[in-house]
């Protein structure tokens, strides 16, 4: 019930592609969830964040799709660049309770 | 001050030791938590502070302990130390509980 699942484990995309990663909850409880960045040797990044009152977020590039009944969200970083090539990690928490983290995915994006 | 700042960035341990670790938060940031994140791992929360005192626990032994000062920094102190405890760990903060993190670039500890 706590666990966050993400997929894929791994991403390539061509620059200038879309890169979409998923991840699904059970509790329904959540009521906040955020996607980090992460580079090698440093630690995560918050990237965007929703809340289960809406189903879209954008910034710049980072969007959040949310379903609700479906308990999914995704991230979809448009025009990808090369500079995106990190691993990203969903997450999800309720209330004041503990971050969960998805198991990351990592993207590498070719030129 | 901006930032969150870890110390030391690695750490090589025997089994059986203990190690400190240490991470001074942003300013104005009186919630804190640790994570560990394994290899490949998302990160797995052990505990968060608020205004210096623990506000909550993940699944962790009690060997895993922690303070937080009045001068927005803390620690995470691990006892009896077992190679699986090899690990990034992970401080974050925020002006408010899971909110909103900045986390640290962490400390790599490994436990031969």
């Known amino acids: 019930q706590q666990q966050v699942k993400q997929s894929p484990q791994s991403l390539i995309v061509q620059k200038g592609g879309i890169s979409i990663i998923n991840c699904a909850y059970e509790?329904?409880?959540?009521?906040?969830f955020p996607w980090y960045q992460q580079f090698p040797g440093k630690g995560p990044a918050l990237l965007i964040a929703?809340?289960?009152?809406?189903s879209e977020k954008k910034e710049g590039r980072f969007t959040i799709s949310f379903n609700k009944s479906a308990k999914q969200f995704s991230l979809h970083i448009m025009d990808s660049q090369p500079g995106d090539s990190a691993t990203y990690f969903c997450?999800?928490?309720?209330?004041?309770?503990?971050?969960?983290f998805g198991t990351g995915t990592r993207l590498q994006v070719f030129p | 001050e901006t930032g969150v700042t870890q110390s030391p960035t690695h750490l090589i341990k025997t089994r059986g030791q203990q190690v400190t670790l240490r991470c001074s938060s942003q300013s104005g940031h009186n919630t804190v938590s640790w994570y560990q994140q394994a290899l490949g791992q998302g990160p797995q929360f052990i505990f968060q502070y608020y205004r210096e005192e623990e506000n909550g626990r993940g699944n962790f032994p009690p060997r895993f302990s922690g303070l937080q000062f009045p001068n927005y920094s803390s620690e995470l102190n691990v006892n009896a130390l077992e190679l699986d405890d090899s690990a990034l760990y992970l401080c974050?903060?925020?002006?408010?509980?899971?909110?909103?993190?900045?986390f640290g670039s962490g400390t790599r500890l490994t436990v031969v």
């Open positions: 997450a999800a928490s309720e209330g004041t309770d503990k971050l969960i």
């Open positions: 929703i809340r289960p009152d809406v």
């Open positions: 974050a903060s925020s002006s408010e509980p899971n909110y909103g993190y900045t």
């Open positions: 509790n329904t409880a959540f009521d906040y």
